[in-house]
């Protein structure tokens, strides 16, 4: 569903990603690890469409479509969707109506009539108990207040709702405690499906013991150094990254004997 | 280009049993201002001999008079000889014949708005059938007000019908000496909007000027006049979210109102003049005196404004608060693109004991726009326990535009409270993309993030208003985000 080829990115001219390769299918779940300034969120952010990031060498195909080639919003029309690491704060803007307003979006990308609005609640309603929120939060401001767990709690709503086929999350587990970590992983799991792909980006090892992953990648100095299954995650918890720095620092030598 | 709607309006009341005096000369007086024009717009008003006495005060008061340079807008100088202070409705030759032949972006912008086309005709001036829905309407509604006592006509009309009610209140709140514009307007006013709820009546409708017969286009001196008695309401409606254009380019209209015992006025504008080109210009110049005077115990006078349009705005809707315990309100969005400028805020003047009021403005500029707040709270020596609440929120679009403060605040009593809170923010690129992110087009992402951020002035409105205001906001900012 998910492929991305030697996928090159500068931001203002410096260099992040130096050519990735990236290949997930529906139904998987990838996580993505990597020490800070590895190039990890740059990663997640060109691929939801962010302008910001310049694309110097690379492709990345969603299904058969040319990702880079879509608009955020289509991208998002399309079924991309990212849990962002800061979620923003959009004041006097309800939950539900940016919700509604966004599945309406979706919904009229695909030629399908706007939902009306005793069902659309019934969904938002259904949906947030899934993260455990109170259902208050439904008529909150976007984001307005929210302590850091709620916001990344009101990411993975939101990924409820609008429905994804490609779901991006970008340092979900930053910032929460034991319990608001369990939550999290908790809404996650219940949203993996065999149509559906799952990317985590993470620091740390510990969202892994709870959304298992298929496919374990570890991305350092702009590359993906080494992948592995589950077990790779806590190798790494267990050696730190320092362990893989060191192994690709004496790559090239056993290279080139 | 209303010029067909006045005709066909003027034609269409004569055959109306309340006795209106239509006024349809067809020729326009000289250009330039001097006394005898002065006279001469009085006299084919056929206006008492106070008004006129009182229009002579204010222009030979005006002659000593210094336009204002202490705002924070600029424009060439104005040449007052230059304008034709009194041209009676031209005929409808001059207006388009059908929709075919109005401009285009008008039109977009008028089905981007939902405006009926019935509407857009009357909008655009297109000589529509003198026969219409909106008058019957009107009729109706007349009848019932006419039934429990309320007043609601033309101010021409009150000087007839009603000249002891304008020869008390005319002047009580806005003095013709008071500041240029209005001192002008005081002197040439053309028309403008006449109401008087009687003592216990409370208004059950919302009063608009659309509903009004003879609410055409009341020319570039418009004058309003308002008057609540002891224990009445009123909700009054001013403007329309539908963009419109006008040769004249000074307007400088005046609104009083006065509130007695335990009265209430709630008065709402929507400004949505012709704000110039991309390129700024043309547009219009709105300078505007609003004044209430909460002259009761208890009563109470809240404005609400939402100014989109017009290439200046200049206007400081105002209360002065001398009964004991009345409160006043002023809830503002102002919204300047391209190359419009506007200087908006208000006074509340704390007289009476325990008065309160609370300001909330709302600051957006886009493009090259520049917006200024401009507020002053004073509180008198004999205010015991006032009371000030103050907001006033800037936000920025782009990095050409501008946002200033300018907040006055002067108590002469200790017992006062005042809380001033003040804030600024830029429309985050990292907002627009998390909307985009959520599949929200970027000018839909605009129009959310604006209208969240107006909310609290927004649920001021009366209820279709609001929606009128939101969809408004969304149009003027249309193309402010790359």
């Known amino acids: ?257 | 280009m209303p010029s067909a709607n006045e005709t066909i309006q003027e034609l269409a009341n004569q055959e109306y049993k309340y006795g209106f005096v239509t006024d349809i000369e067809s020729d326009a007086i000289p250009r330039g201002l001097n006394e005898e024009v002065v006279r001469t717009i009085s006299a084919r008003k056929n206006e008492p001999n106070f008004l006129l006495e009182w229009r002579l005060r204010a222009y030979r008061h005006w002659l000593t008079m210094k336009e204002p340079a202490w705002h924070n807008v600029h424009y060439p100088p104005i040449d007052y000889q230059d304008i034709i202070y009194y041209a009676a409705p031209k005929s409808g030759k001059d207006g388009p014949k059908s929709l075919d032949e109005v401009d285009p972006e008008l039109l977009q912008t008028y089905e981007k708005l939902g405006i009926s086309l019935q509407e857009q005709e009357r909008l655009s001036g297109v000589a529509v059938d003198a026969v219409f829905d909106s008058v019957s309407v009107a009729t109706t509604f007349r009848e019932k007000l006419a039934e429990l006592g309320i007043i609601f006509c033309s101010f021409s009309e009150a000087v007839q019908n009603h000249p002891e009610l304008v020869k008390q209140y005319l002047g009580s709140v806005v003095p013709y000496t008071d500041n240029f514009f209005a001192t002008l307007n005081s002197a040439v006013f053309s028309d403008g909007s006449f109401c008087y709820i009687p003592k216990g009546v409370r208004c059950p409708m919302e009063l608009s000027t659309y509903f009004r017969i003879n609410a055409k286009d009341t020319g570039q001196f418009e004058r309003t006049l308002i008057i609540a008695d002891d224990d009445s309401y009123v909700s009054y409606l001013e403007g329309c979210t539908a963009p419109r254009r006008d040769e004249n380019q000074l307007h400088a209209a005046v609104v009083e109102l006065v509130a007695l015992d335990r009265a209430q006025i709630k008065y709402s504008t929507v400004q949505n003049w012709y704000p110039g080109d991309k390129e700024g210009k043309g547009g219009i110049y709105n300078f505007v005196t609003k004044r209430g005077k909460c002259r009761g115990a208890d009563s109470k006078i809240s404005w609400t404004q939402v100014e989109t349009g017009s290439s200046i705005t200049w206007k400081y809707p105002s209360c002065l608060l001398q009964g004991d315990r009345s409160i006043g309100e002023f809830y503002s969005v102002a919204v300047t693109n391209n190359f419009q400028q506007a200087d908006t805020g208000t006074k509340m003047i704390h007289i009476g004991r325990d008065t309160r009021s609370t300001i909330v403005s709302k600051g957006i500029s886009a493009g090259h726009g520049q917006n200024t707040y401009r507020g002053a709270v004073k509180i008198l020596k004999g205010a015991a326990g006032a009371r000030n609440y103050s907001q006033c929120d800037s936000m920025l679009m782009g990095d050409a535009c501008g946002a200033h403060t300018f907040p006055y605040i002067e108590v002469k009593n200790s017992t006062a409270q005042m809380e001033h809170e003040a804030s600024t923010s830029k429309i985050g690129e990292d907002q627009i993309f998390y909307c985009k992110q959520r599949g929200i087009e970027a000018e839909d992402a605009v129009s959310m993030i604006v209208n969240g951020f107006c909310k609290e002035v927004f649920r001021e409105l009366p209820m279709e208003f609001a929606v009128e205001a939101r969809k408004l906001l969304g149009v003027s900012l249309e193309g402010s985000v790359g």
């Open chain 1, 1 to 257: 569903m998910l492929k991305i080829e030697d996928l090159h990115v500068e931001v203002e001219g410096k260099p992040i990603l130096k050519g990735v390769n990236l290949e997930v299918a529906s139904g998987e779940v990838h996580a993505i690890m990597g020490p800070n300034g590895s190039g990890k969120s740059t990663l997640a952010q060109v691929l939801a469409g962010r302008e910001s990031f310049e694309v110097t060498r690379g492709r990345v195909f969603y299904g058969d479509r040319d990702l880079l080639d879509m608009e955020p919003e289509e991208r998002a029309c399309e079924g991309v969707f990212m849990a962002f690491q800061y979620p923003v704060e959009i004041p006097g803007v309800s939950n539900v109506y940016f919700l509604k307003a966004a599945m309406n979006a979706i919904r009229k990308h695909r030629g399908e009539e706007e939902l009306d609005a005793m069902e659309f609640m019934k969904v938002v309603r259904e949906k947030i108990k899934l993260v455990n929120l109170d259902q208050s939060f439904i008529s909150r401001s976007v984001n307005e207040g929210f302590s850091g767990g709620e916001k990344k709690r009101n990411e993975i709503f939101q990924m409820a709702v609008l429905d994804p086929i490609l779901a991006i999350l970008d340092e979900t587990d930053s910032g929460l405690d034991i319990d608001a970590l369990k939550t999290v992983a908790d809404g996650v799991n219940a949203l993996r499906r065999p149509d559906r792909a799952i990317v985590v980006i993470t620091h740390y090892q510990r969202l892994l013991n709870y959304i298992v992953p298929d496919r374990v990648h570890v991305l350092s100095g702009g590359e993906i150094v080494k992948s592995g299954d589950k077990d790779l995650a806590l190798e790494l918890e267990a050696r730190g990254y320092g362990w893989i720095e060191a192994q690709v620092a004496v790559t090239p030598a056993e290279r080139h004997p």
